[in-house]
Each structure stands twice: as structure tokens, then as C-alpha cells.
């Protein structure tokens, strides 16, 4: 059974930072691209990171240069590193895997940030 498990999300003032982690397990996770995605309230779910099976990352131009992803095969885990973190980065954060024809999600996590 595959499990995408989120953790790391809160309530943080503007400017402040929060560290996210998804721990998977029942994949091959080191044959996966990893990303993250976040939902606000009344928006489409939007990509917001992602780091390739080989380590490769691309980012939403809206957090380029404030958030780091990042992963470590040896754990199965992935990383969030949110910095400089501004009201409209509020939104349920949700980790992803994906590789071809599969793909699965995590339950989300909620990050909120008061300005």
C-alpha cells in the first residue's frame, strides 16, 4: 500500500519559514519524481516545486528563490524548505509521486501565514 505522509505544516507570520517533509512508503521512491502542489481556498490546485528520480528541480516562479526542495533517498523522504513566507503562500500543501502511469498524494498539510 502506497502511503504519502505530509508533516511540517503550521501557523507562521509573514516572513517567517516552515520546513515541510513527506515520508513515503510501498514505492520505489528513488525511481520517482517528487513535488509539491498546494490548493488555496477557491483555486486550482497549482505546482509549486518538484525534484526529479535524478535530482533535477524546477520551481513555481511565484517561490523561486524562497523555497528549496529537496529529497533523501536513504529516508524515502522529501523536503520543503519555505523561507520569506508571505500570506498569499496559504494553502493545504500536498506531496506527490510520479512516475509513468502512476502517480499517488498525500493527505495534505496545512500552512498558514499571517501577515
Known amino acids: 500500500q502506497v502511503q504519502l505522509v505530509e508533516s511540517g505544516g503550521g501557523l507562521v507570520q509573514a516572513g517567517g519559514s516552515l520546513r515541510l517533509s513527506c515520508a513515503a512508503s510501498g514505492i520505489s521512491f528513488g525511481l520517482y519524481a517528487m513535488g509539491w502542489y498546494r490548493q488555496a481556498p477557491g483555486k486550482q490546485r497549482e505546482l509549486v516545486a518538484r525534484?526529479?528520480?535524478?535530482?533535477?528541480?524546477n520551481y513555481a516562479d511565484s517561490v523561486k528563490g524562497r523555497f528549496t526542495i529537496s529529497r533523501d533517498n536513504a529516508k524515502n523522504t522529501v523536503y520543503l524548505q519555505m523561507n520569506s513566507l508571505k500570506p498569499e503562500d496559504t494553502a493545504v500543501y500536498y506531496c506527490?509521486?510520479?512516475?509513468?502511469?502512476?502517480?499517488?498524494w498525500g493527505q495534505g498539510t496545512q500552512v498558514t501565514v499571517s501577515s
Open positions: 506527490n509521486a510520479d512516475r509513468t502511469y502512476r502517480m499517488y
Open positions: 525534484i526529479s528520480s535524478g535530482g533535477s528541480t
